[in-house]
């Protein structure tokens, strides 16, 4: 029996992560911190059996080829290789949100997929190791793989980039509340923006003060400190941002319902509120604040022209999975 199952949770980045220093094994240009979101998450099968002689992937049920496929099967081969299995696999994944629309899919899925393939391939690798391998498939899921609070050490090379906990889920109740203005998928894909994040002017000042950011982040969340972490939250969006309207193709993921958002974070700040927002590659904002002012920021962005609905996660737990059982993969 070689297979078993990965759930993972999607993480919010609270500093970015845009561009790579190599584009292949995703060692990113700068460090970035995140938090893991509960509530949402990726469940993946992975099931080696000699009967498939290739890979197959199933999206909700729909069976995908092309890109998608071959960054699966990339990195089932370094699993295979470690493991010394020679069987390809069925993978099954489901999620509970919308897909590749800025709520890091493929965060979830690529860690969903690192720790239900190295389960099935009875591969027992330190945490460390696992967020190595699921940043081979898409950079942000090395940041799924640990629970929590998370920050990526950029790294040099394959063995010093990867994800580790900075605090624990339980560390702080802030809540992200998702506000969906768009369930289409974008059409730039994160890799390809990665890939023209040089070619902006603004991507080296961005670089430059990494470090600065990274530090206040860092700090704000280890005092639990919301107006710290809301300045440097916003400022580090906004540059990513930046860099993306500059690059060349110059790309947008914002649309109009995003900056009525970023609008009404900005009112319901000045009338008092803790809040803040940040936006990933994609239309959708996250609007992060402390556990008792989620109901009233929900409903407040619920009422904006062209959010369709809101969505509520807390502070997240690490990626984990169970080895399948017999009658799992018949009623599969
Ligand atoms: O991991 P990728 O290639 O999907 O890139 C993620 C990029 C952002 O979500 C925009 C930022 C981040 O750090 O998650």
Same mark, same amino acid.
């Given at each position: ?112 997929? !690192? ?5 099935? %391939?009875?591969? @027992?690798? *330190?945490?460390?190791?696992?967020? $190595?391998? =699921? ?10 793989i640990?629970?929590?609070?998370v ?30 203005v ?5 059409? !730039? ?5 990665? %890939?023209?994040? @040089?070619? *902006?002017?603004?991507?080296?000042? $961005?670089? =430059? ?45 914002w649309?109009p ?11 319901i ?10 936006i ?53």
């Open positions: 029996m070689f297979s078993a199952t990965g759930f993972s949770h999607p993480n919010i980045a609270l500093i970015k992560y845009w561009g790579n220093r190599d584009n292949r094994l995703r060692i990113p240009s700068n460090g970035s911190i995140s938090m893991n979101l509960d509530g949402l998450y990726t469940r993946t099968q992975v099931w080696f059996d000699s009967q498939f002689d290739h890979d197959e992937l199933f999206l909700e049920g729909h069976q995908v080829s092309g890109t998608a496929q071959n960054r699966v099967s990339a990195l089932l081969d370094r699993v295979r290789d470690m493991a010394g299995l020679a069987l390809y696999a069925n993978i099954q994944s489901h999620n509970n949100f919308p897909t590749g629309t800025g709520i890091a899919s493929s965060a979830s899925a690529f860690a969903a997929l !690192t720790v239900a393939a190295c389960c099935a %391939a009875r591969l @027992e690798l *330190s945490q460390r190791d696992l967020s $190595r391998l =699921a940043r081979t498939g898409s950079g942000s899921a090395c940041r799924s640990p629970g929590g609070f920050e990526w050490q950029p790294g040099d090379d394959d063995e010093t980039s990867y994800g580790f906990t900075i605090a624990p889920a339980s560390h702080w109740e802030l809540v992200d509340c998702i506000v969906i768009s369930q289409d998928p974008k059409h !730039t894909s994160s890799e390809d923006g990665h %890939a023209l994040a @040089e070619s *902006s002017p603004l991507q080296n000042t $961005r670089i =430059a003060d990494a470090p600065g950011r990274l530090d206040i982040c860092r700090r704000a969340i280890k005092m639990r400190d919301f107006d710290a972490l809301a300045k440097v939250v916003e400022l580090d969006s906004n540059l990513m941002h930046a860099v993306v309207m500059t690059s060349n193709p110059p790309l947008l993921y649309q319902a995003t900056l009525a958002v970023i609008q009404a974070v900005k009112e700040r000045t009338q008092g509120t803790a809040v803040c927002y940040t990933d590659a994609g239309p959708n904002v996250h609007v992060i604040c402390p556990k008792e002012n989620a109901d009233y920021i929900s409903a407040q962005l619920n009422q904006i022209h062209g959010v369709q609905k809101v969505l509520t996660a807390h502070p997240g737990g690490k990626a984990r999975c169970i080895i399948d059982e017999d009658e799992n993969i018949a009623s599969k």
